[in-house]
Structure formats: structure tokens, C-alpha cells
């Protein structure tokens, strides 16, 4: 062994170290922090150094790393409400600890690494409602959608991975508001962008299926070959749920796959009061679905699910020379795009088994709740506006309309830089339909409704301090 590898005699003293640290930042979630905290100057310093020759002392250099961490946005703390973010659960930490110290690699037959991470994917279908036959962790909703319409590009174009697309004119459709992920797999999977078709929005953000049916016709007219409808159960501006059932009606008419990309939204599906949104879920060909979103575990944890088992197979697999295949059974590197490929399954296995389903659909649904308080609380606000239809999620766009402010976009953009560098509660801004709104999102088993109340409060303080508005028109600030 080489012994400067190895921790050696400081191994306990490194993990009482790392321990204690991990507890103070656990701690330190547990509360909403008042402020951001500063990087230092001892800090920035600190990151310009060069390459080390020589090691330096381990629990000199783990307090480093804390130090980064602590002055590093961590989407763990309960007024993190920017983007879609997750939770850092403690038990999926702990799980990555684990997994990550026997380092196994799920490419090919890891024994019962291999047998949890099939437990893992069943249990998320069962959680989710979604009678899948086979899946994979994969490191994002990113790659899950790409691995989906991959396999959909398989079954519509029969043969494309040997021969390619060429002489072929391919067709994936989704809403406007579906994530960019969507534009990438087509633009990567050789479809090319131009082959996105756009379908209009209803009121409620979500795909129209009388624009979707239109689409498809043309383009069977024109000799197009439509590959996969993906349906978005959550959209990342809005949260909007495309109406599933009434898709998958047009799927089966047309023989067209249809992929959920439910990477934010879908484990919403589980919760009673918003389970009816995903109605037809069970119809899907494939769904995505991100653990390191809603069900709070930290990253990287994605999952692709298929309803056909062997479609994953039919698109990925390869027989090399220096890969065995027992009794033709399958590796999990037939079915994924990834060859070494950690334990994520761990995490999610770990967290299901210590809190139970229960747990994570209680947080789910509580999330829900914070965004309907949201919603109400600031379209009663004077100075507040909000989208004319309630969140279908946690996501609750909402804008600051002071009286005598003349450029409301600019106003808002500004107050969203406020806020982040005010450090209370951090949140992002977004464009919908050409203006900019505030758009937090609750994915946080953390957060409170106290976070929820004091996001408001702290929007319209900020938002009358500042300095382009003319002064004779603020309001007194409570
Ligand atoms: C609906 C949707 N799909 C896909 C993605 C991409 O997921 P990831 O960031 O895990 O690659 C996101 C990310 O926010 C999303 O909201």
C-alpha cells in the first residue's frame, strides 16, 4: 500500500473532524441564516494558491474545505427558493459517505449493489404510480431525457444507431415551456433543433393537444417521421403540469412514444392533493424523474424509467470483447449511456428505508401548500402581483408593482439582485411572457411557512428602498 495515500493514524481523527463538521452545517440548516456569509480575503487568497507538492495537514485542510462550503450558496438552507433546488438530505449525504467509500461501479453485475439499485427503481415506481419494468440512475434530468428519447429514436427509426439518421426526417414534440434539455437531446441525438416542434400553451401554461394533434398531421403529410411527444409534469418556469391523459390518447391513435419529463415535478404525483394532475402517468412509454430535486436527496440522482424493457436494451447495448455477458444477462451498461457509473441508487434507497414514503410525500405536499400561502398572501398584497392562475406546483411567480415606478422589469430584475445580496432569502428571477417576475420555488423539506411570510415581507422592504423610485411615492415599511 502506499502509505502517503492513506490517511494512516489520523484516519479516526479525520473522521471525528469531517463528523463535527458535518453535524455544525446540519445544524446550521436547520435555521434560515440572516446574511450570506463574506468570502474573506484569507479565503480568495486561499483559492489562488498553487499546486501543492507536499500534503498538508488533514484537519488543517478539512476546515478549509468547510470554510469554501460555508461561504459557498447552498441550496440546502430553508430560504433557498432560487431555481429548482433540492435539500441536501442528512441521510443521503451519509449514503453518498458510504457509497462513495467502497467506490463500486455499476457498469457491469456489482452483486447486491446492483440488486439495491433495482430495489431503488421500484420502489420509485411504485412511488410515483409509474408500472415501470427497468430504469437507471443517471446524473440529471438532462441525461434521463436524452437516454429516453434515445430509446424513442430506436423504436421510431428502427436500425438509426447502425446506419444513423440520414434520409431520415425526424419529429419530437413538446410544449414552448418545456426545459432546454429537450432542445439538447434533439441537437445531440442528430435530430437537430429545427426538428423541436414548439405546441402552444393554454391559459394554465400547459401543452394544448388539439395544437400537438395539428402538428403531428402536418408533419405526417410531409413525410416527417414523429419520434416522441414529451409531455412536462412541471414546468421549470411555472410548474404547469401538461395534461397527460389527453396526450397519451394521441400517442396510442398515432403509435408515437411518449416521455414524461417529470425531472422537477413528477414526485409530486405521489401526494394525494396533486396526483390527479398526473393523470395517465401509467401510460407513458418513459419518465424522468430527478431525486435531487423534489424528493430532497442530494446530487446527483436522476432516474429514467421504461415501461418496456427491452427498449433501453434495443438502443444501448454492445457486445465487447472485455465486457461478459452471463446467460445473456443483461449489464447495466446495456441499458444506460454511461459506462463507470457510481451508486447513486444508494441515496434514494437509504432515504426511502430510514423516513419511509410517507415522510417525503408529507414534505412534497407541504411544499404545495407554502406555494398556495405564497400565491394568496401576495395577490392580497397591494403592491404585489401574481399570475391570474394558482400554482399547479411550488413554483409561485409573483412581481413587486409599487405605484409610480415606470419601468416594472427593471424594478424587479433590481430587486431580485437586492434580495440576493440582502442574503435573507435567496431567489432567481425569470421572463414570463416578456416580463421579469420573482419566481421561488419550494423543493425544500426546511423551508417553513415563517420563510414563506418573511419572503413576502422581505420583497416589499427591498422593493421600497429602491433607489429609482421616486421617493414622495414609497410606502411605509412595517
Ligand atoms: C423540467 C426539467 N427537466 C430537466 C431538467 C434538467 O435536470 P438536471 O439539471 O438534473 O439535468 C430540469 C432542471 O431544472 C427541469 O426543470
Not at 441536501?88 to 463500486?104: K, R
Amino acid at each position: 500500500m502506499k502509505d502517503s495515500l492513506s490517511l494512516g493514524v489520523n484516519r479516526q481523527a479525520a473522521l471525528n473532524h469531517a463528523a463535527a463538521l458535518v453535524a455544525h452545517a446540519w445544524q446550521d440548516f436547520d435555521n434560515p441564516r440572516e446574511s450570506e456569509t463574506e468570502i474573506s480575503d484569507g479565503l480568495i487568497a486561499e483559492l489562488r494558491k498553487p499546486l501543492p507538492e507536499q500534503g498538508s495537514d488533514v484537519i488543517e485542510s478539512l476546515d478549509a474545505a468547510g470554510d469554501v462550503l460555508d461561504a459557498s450558496l447552498a441550496q440546502s438552507r430553508p430560504r433557498y427558493l432560487a431555481y429548482i433546488g433540492s435539500s441536501g438530505l442528512e441521510i443521503g449525504a451519509l449514503a453518498d459517505l458510504l457509497a462513495h467509500s467502497y467506490d463500486i461501479n455499476l457498469a457491469l453485475d456489482a452483486r447486491a449493489a446492483t440488486r439495491l439499485e433495482a430495489q431503488a427503481i421500484g420502489w420509485l415506481a411504485d412511488f410515483l404510480g409509474f408500472p415501470a419494468r427497468l430504469g437507471s440512475f443517471t446524473s440529471g434530468g438532462t441525461i434521463s431525457n436524452i437516454t429516453a428519447l434515445a430509446a424513442a429514436r430506436e423504436r421510431a427509426l428502427p436500425g438509426t444507431r447502425t446506419k444513423g439518421l440520414s434520409g431520415t426526417r425526424p419529429a419530437i414534440y413538446c410544449s414552448a415551456e418545456a426545459h432546454y434539455s429537450i432542445t439538447r437531446a434533439a441537437e445531440l441525438l442528430g435530430f437537430g433543433r429545427d426538428a423541436v416542434r414548439d405546441i402552444p400553451i393554454d391559459d394554465q401554461r400547459r401543452m394544448q393537444p388539439a395544437a400537438l394533434r395539428i402538428a403531428i398531421e402536418v408533419d405526417l403529410a410531409a413525410g416527417v417521421t414523429p419520434v416522441a411527444v414529451v409531455a412536462t409534469a412541471g414546468t421549470t418556469l411555472t410548474g404547469s403540469v401538461d395534461p397527460i391523459a389527453a396526450l397519451a390518447d394521441i400517442c396510442e391513435e398515432f403509435g408515437i412514444w411518449l416521455h414524461i419529463d417529470g425531472a422537477y415535478g413528477l414526485p409530486a404525483a405521489s401526494a394525494s392533493k396533486t396526483a390527479p394532475l398526473f393523470a395517465g402517468l401509467e401510460r407513458a412509454d418513459s419518465v424522468s424523474v430527478d431525486a435531487h430535486k423534489w424528493m430532497f436527496v442530494p446530487k446527483a440522482c436522476s432516474a429514467v424509467l421504461v415501461r418496456d424493457a427491452q427498449t433501453l436494451a434495443r438502443t444501448f447495448a454492445h457486445d465487447e470483447a472485455y465486457i461478459p455477458h452471463e446467460d445473456d444477462e443483461l449489464n447495466a451498461v446495456d441499458i444506460t449511456l454511461e459506462y463507470s457509473r457510481p451508486l447513486r441508487a444508494m441515496k434514494l434507497w437509504l432515504a426511502l428505508r430510514v423516513h419511509g414514503a410517507r415522510a417525503f410525500r408529507d414534505a412534497i405536499a407541504e411544499n404545495c401548500e407554502q406555494a398556495q400561502h405564497l400565491y394568496r398572501a401576495a395577490e392580497r398584497h397591494p403592491e404585489f402581483e401574481v399570475l391570474a392562475a394558482p400554482p399547479q406546483l411550488s413554483i409561485v411567480p409573483f412581481r413587486h408593482v409599487p405605484p409610480g415606478c415606470t419601468d416594472l422589469d427593471a424594478h424587479n430584475l433590481d430587486l431580485c439582485s437586492r434580495m440576493q445580496q440582502d442574503g435573507r432569502v435567496y431567489i432567481s428571477p425569470a421572463t414570463i411572457d416578456g416580463q421579469v417576475w420573482l419566481r421561488p420555488c419550494f423543493t425544500n423539506f426546511r423551508t417553513t411557512m415563517a420563510d414563506v411570510d418573511i419572503t413576502l415581507e422581505i420583497a416589499a422592504e427591498l422593493g421600497n428602498l429602491d433607489p429609482h423610485r421616486d421617493p414622495s411615492q414609497r410606502s411605509s415599511i412595517k
